[in-house]
């Protein structure tokens, strides 16, 4: 449930009309819901009621703005971080350094040692020599690195295939079967403190099944690390619970759902449980606002021109991600049409002949569940500015990131002497 409603045929979040964020911020812009944030950490946290012992990291890279940080320490959420850049807006939102998670294929000897220094909770290392060089930086700094090794269970989520992560071919972790000896020779490191293992198949994830039959491999994988003598007591197991896109269409397992079966099948685990959501809390806590610049006919169905492009929101172009598209004053009727943005490539495309509430030149409208890799993704391309976005809590609203503009990308740009 989300806090996005009409109200006397307007398009409402909490209980602004959008009308007057466009006509206050400009569009396009994102807006997001507090109380849908707030109402979302909740349902996910009571999902997880059954089990004692956890800390839910919420993984920032889907929405990493600080005000949206801010409300989620708020609810007491730490951080799952996979760059440096992502340490420290945890760390300025006020994510306390011991409830911030280091997750990430590629981080650099710098960004370890940025960790260390910050005293964060946890490292979840993905191959041998990350976890070598984790090492050897904590040893030098006189510090023991909390970690656990991230493995690789080779099950298929089900998901596209941008986002599954799981898989023997995939880029992350340690295959599970390689598990138990690079495990061995990681623990006997001074520097760090090897207490468990870290999994995380893939976003967007529709099926609890692949996900269950990944934590029992971990389960199998728990039990033969303390029969080899190894002292296990944090198991992370990732985030990647999907959510609705699309109104009408079958829903995800809820949070519930979830817990459920992460209790049964880590009831006898006797370990610290670590979550890392990042779709599930910001996805349908935010929306794209965009105005319709023009209709323009098209060989099969009219093309609706908004001001929102792929830059702006690079899911649909990057995933064949399907978004809801709303106008923000009710009409009743209803069109064909297809949706583009003004960027120069026919990748700029929301939808294709989608049956969508008729729209004209000047309206406003939404784009749904925007709240999750939507701002974060954005880019300039086509010197576009970069996207604003806007929190709203209750009858109040406030600017919560910039519109960029490029005239201040281009004022980082430099010609060199030797071309003047
Ligand atoms: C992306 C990512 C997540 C969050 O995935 P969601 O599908 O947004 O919940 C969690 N953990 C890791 C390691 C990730 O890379």
Sequence with gaps: MDHFTYRNGVLHAEDVPLPAIAQAVGTPVYIYSRATFERHARVFRDGLAAIPNKH?????????????????????????VVSGGEMARALAAGVPAKDIVFSGVGKTRAELAQGLKEGIGQFNIEHEPEGVALAETAHA?????????????????????????????????????SAPEIFGRLAALPGLNLRGVAVHIGS?????????????RVGALVQTLRDAGHYITHVDLGGGLGIPYKAGEALPPSPADYGDMVARVTRDWNVHLTFEPGRVIAGNAGVLLTEVLWVKPGAAAPFVVVDAAMNDLARPAMYDAWH?????????????????????????????????GVVGPGDLAVFRTAGAYGATMASTYNSRALVPEVMVDGDRFAVVADRIPAGTIMAAERVPDWLR
């Excluded at 986002?163 to 995939?170: D, P, R, V």
């Excluded at 064909?336 to 294709?352: K, M, R, Y």
Aim: aromatic share 6%.
């Design 204 to 216: 967007q994830l529709f099926d609890l099944a692949p996900m269950a039959a990944a934590f029992e």
């Design 56 to 80: 839910i990291a919420f993984a920032i890279k889907s929405n990493p703005n600080l005000a949206v940080l801010n409300v989620l320490s708020r609810e007491g959420y730490g951080a799952d």
């Design 324 to 356: 809801d598209f709303q106008p923000v004053i009710e009409t009743g009727e209803r069109m064909t049409a297809s949706l583009v943005g003004p960027v120069c490539e026919s990748g700029d495309t929301f939808a294709i002949g989608r049956d969508i």
């Design 141 to 177: 700094m006189g510090l023991t690195a909390p970690a656990t090794l991230r493995v690789n269970p080779d099950v298929d989520a089900g998901t596209h295939a941008k986002i599954s992560t799981g898989k023997k071919e995939n880029k992350f972790g340690v295959g599970i079967d």
